[in-house]
C-alpha cells in the first residue's frame, strides 16, 4: 500500500511566524506533488504545486521537494490567522492515470493572534 | 464561470435507501473523482473516471456505485449496501495531462436519519 504520510498534528504558530508542513511519501517514482488548503466544512482548494527538487515560492508560500529523501514540506511565511485550516499532501504516484492522486491525513494549522 | 457544482449540499439518507449525489462540471476535465472524507481523515477515493462510459473502483468502493454517460456528469450512488455512509462526499476533475491538479466541488455532507 502506497502511502503518503503528514506530519501530526495539530500545528500552532504565533502571527508572523513561519509554519513548516511536511510530508513524505513511499513511492520513489512519485512524479506530482500538491498541497491543498482546507477551511472547516469546505473543499480542499489547490494553493502549490511542485514537480521538480528544489524549492518553488507564490507569495508567502513556499514548497520544497526532495525527491531522493521523498519528501516534500510546504513554508508559509508571515503566517495569519487566516492561514488557519487542514493542509493536505497528495501525491501523483508513478504509473497512476491522468490525475489519480493519494493523499495523505492532512495537518491542522491554528495560527493565533 | 467554470467549476463543479455538486448537489444537494446536505442528504439524509433512511435505512435501506439508495441514494443519489450529483456532480457536474463544465471545466471540460476528461477525468472525474469521488471521494470520502471521514472527520479528522483525509480523503478516499471512491470511484474515478477518465472517459465517459468507463470508470474504477479507488480504494472504498463498496457500498457505491456511479455512472459516466456524459462527460460533463458524475453521479454518484450511495447503496443500502453501504452500512456507515455518514460523511462529506467531495467530486473533484482534472484534465487528461497527467501532471494537472484536481480541482474540486464544494461537497455533499451526508447523515443517516
Known amino acids: 500500500q502506497k502511502e503518503v504520510e503528514q506530519n501530526s498534528g495539530p500545528l500552532s504558530v504565533p502571527e508572523g511566524a513561519i509554519a513548516s508542513l511536511n510530508c513524505t511519501y513511499s513511492d520513489r517514482g512519485s512524479q506530482s506533488f500538491f498541497w491543498y488548503r482546507q477551511y472547516s466544512g469546505k473543499s480542499p482548494e489547490l494553493i502549490m504545486f511542485i514537480y521538480s527538487n528544489g524549492d518553488k515560492e507564490d507569495g508567502r508560500f513556499t514548497a520544497q521537494l526532495n525527491k531522493a529523501s521523498q519528501y516534500v514540506s510546504l513554508l508559509i511565511r508571515d503566517s495569519q490567522p487566516s492561514d488557519s485550516a487542514t493542509y493536505l499532501c497528495?501525491?501523483?504516484?508513478?504509473?497512476?492515470?491522468?490525475?489519480?492522486?493519494?493523499f495523505g491525513q492532512g495537518t491542522i494549522l491554528t495560527v493565533h493572534p | 464561470d467554470g467549476g463543479i457544482t455538486q448537489s444537494p449540499k446536505y442528504l439524509f439518507r433512511k435505512e435501506g435507501q439508495n441514494v443519489t449525489l450529483s456532480c457536474e462540471q463544465n471545466?471540460?476535465?476528461?477525468?472525474m473523482y469521488w471521494y470520502r472524507q471521514d472527520p479528522g481523515q483525509g480523503l478516499r477515493l471512491i470511484y474515478y473516471?477518465?472517459?465517459?462510459?468507463?470508470?474504477q473502483k479507488g480504494d472504498i468502493a463498496e457500498g457505491y456505485s456511479v455512472s459516466r454517460e456524459k462527460k460533463e456528469s458524475f453521479p454518484l450512488t450511495v447503496t443500502s449496501a453501504q452500512k456507515n455512509p455518514t460523511a462529506f462526499y467531495l467530486c473533484?476533475?482534472?484534465?487528461?495531462?497527467?501532471?494537472?491538479?484536481?480541482?474540486f466541488g464544494d461537497g455533499t455532507r451526508l447523515s443517516i436519519l
Open positions: 473533484a476533475s482534472s484534465s487528461q495531462h497527467s501532471n494537472q491538479p484536481q480541482h
Open positions: 473516471s477518465q472517459i465517459v462510459n468507463d470508470f
Open positions: 497528495a501525491v501523483k504516484e508513478r504509473g497512476t492515470s491522468y490525475g489519480k492522486l493519494t
Open positions: 471545466l471540460n476535465h476528461d477525468a
